[in-house]
């Protein structure tokens, strides 16, 4: 059975950190990117970060550029999205997704987590 487990999410203080997992099961995690998604209350999803299979490429939207980093693990199956200097339009439910096909949108996406929310507020 394909699991993809999200973790970390919680409320955090602007300017605060916080890093959230992804914990992989049920297909060959080594065969797949991993990206991370987000959806704010109204809004549509958007990408993230997403990690090519061997880690070895990483990909930010602007919008978080310099402020997140992706990474993984193979040992452990799992994928990291470490969020720093966070600001309350950060607020949202992220997801992670797993794709082999090296692309970096929703419909491309062959696996999805059910989300974690955070919330960034004072």
């Known amino acids: 059975q394909v699991q993809l487990v999200e973790s970390g999410g919680g409320l955090v203080q602007p300017g605060g950190s916080l890093r959230l997992s992804c914990a992989a099961s049920g297909f060959t995690f080594d065969d797949f990117a991993i990206a991370w998604f987000r959806q704010a209350a109204g809004k549509e999803r958007e990408g993230v970060s997403i990690i090519s299979s061997s880690g070895g490429s990483t990909y930010y939207a602007d919008s978080v550029k310099g402020r997140f980093t992706i990474s993984r693990d193979a040992a452990k199956n799992t994928v990291y999205l470490q969020m720093d200097s966070l600001e309350p339009e950060y607020t949202a439910v992220y997801y992670c997704?797993?794709?082999?096909?090296?692309?970096?949108?929703?419909?491309?996406?062959?696996?999805w987590g059910k989300g974690t929310l955070v919330t960034v507020s004072s």
């Open positions: 997704a797993a794709t082999t096909g090296g692309v970096f949108y929703e419909a491309g996406m062959d696996y």
